[in-house]
């Protein structure tokens, strides 16, 4: 089992930042693949980013179309942590974010694990 607890969610004005920080336990994270999605009110759950272990013994990073420029996924593995650093916020970025574990792609159907999420609002 893994436990996820995400934090650093809130209200920004459009072009700003925030981060946000998923706290992992349970497994051990080094080669625990790790995902960010969110989903808006009416809309379905949307990948946002993944950083996974991949075979060449690194971490891989993906984005979405719509944050790749603007966010970046990070993590550390000293405190079993990963982070969602977004910048130049939008309104239309305006979600609950949730952070999962244990996956293999952008689709949150294969993540076994979520946390409880975190609400981002940006207004304009």
């Known amino acids: 089992q893994v436990q996820l607890v995400e934090s650093g969610g809130g209200l920004v004005q459009a072009g700003g930042s925030l981060r946000l920080s998923c706290a992992a336990s349970?497994?051990?994270?080094?080669?625990?693949?790790m995902g960010w999605f969110r989903q808006a009110p009416g809309k379905e759950r949307e990948f946002v980013a993944s950083?996974?272990?991949?075979?060449?013994?690194?971490?891989?990073?993906d984005y979405a179309d719509s944050v790749k420029g603007r966010f970046t996924i990070s993590r550390d593995n000293a405190k079993n942590t990963v982070y969602l650093q977004m910048n130049s916020l939008k309104p239309e970025d305006t979600a609950i974010y949730y952070c999962?574990?244990?996956?293999?792609?952008?689709?949150?159907?294969?993540?076994?694990?979520w946390g409880q999420g975190t609400q981002v609002t940006v207004s304009s």
């Open positions: 950083n996974r272990w991949g075979s060449g013994r690194t971490y891989y990073a």
């Open positions: 999962a574990a244990d996956g293999r792609s952008s689709r949150p159907y294969e993540y076994d694990y």
């Open positions: 349970g497994r051990t994270f080094t080669t625990l693949n």
